[in-house]
Each structure stands twice: as structure tokens, then as C-alpha cells.
């Protein structure tokens, strides 16, 4: 007979968590996938801990804006 083949847990999907973050119950304002495939989870209710909002947020929103489609992309 042949052994039983041991599986790695396959990782979870952003469906799989926002599904989960639902039944939980938890209110999200946004989900971050990071390149490594980490995902994580900003909820939308609750203080910030410490969390100040970044100055170059704006400044990367106007020059997205202000830069047409297609150009500044690799």
C-alpha cells in the first residue's frame, strides 16, 4: 500500500477572508494585498492605534490625477 500523500495548507483567498471577516461580522474599509501574497485587513470601525495618515498620500493622489492613462506605466 501506498502512504497517504501530506498536503501544505493552501493559502487563503481574499473571497475566502472577506467571507470570513462577514460571518464575524466586521465591518471593512478596505482589504491591502501585498506582492508576498499577504493580505490584510483595515476595518472600519475602532480608534487608530497610533496611525497617522501619510503626507505623500495627497500628493500621489494629484499626480495620479493628473497623469493620463497608460502613461508613467511599465
Do not use: C, F
Not at 30 to 58: L, Q
Request: proline share 7%; aromatic share 4%; charged share 30%.
Amino acid at each position: 500500500m501506498t502512504a497517504k500523500r501530506q498536503y501544505s495548507p493552501r493559502k487563503p483567498t481574499l473571497l475566502s477572508i472577506a467571507k470570513q471577516a462577514q460571518k464575524a461580522g466586521i465591518e471593512v474599509a478596505r482589504y491591502e494585498v501585498e506582492p508576498s501574497g499577504k493580505i490584510i485587513v483595515i476595518t472600519s470601525k475602532g480608534e487608530s492605534a497610533g496611525v497617522e495618515r501619510n503626507p505623500w498620500d495627497a500628493e500621489i493622489a494629484k499626480l495620479r490625477a493628473a497623469t493620463p492613462k497608460g502613461e508613467g506605466q511599465q
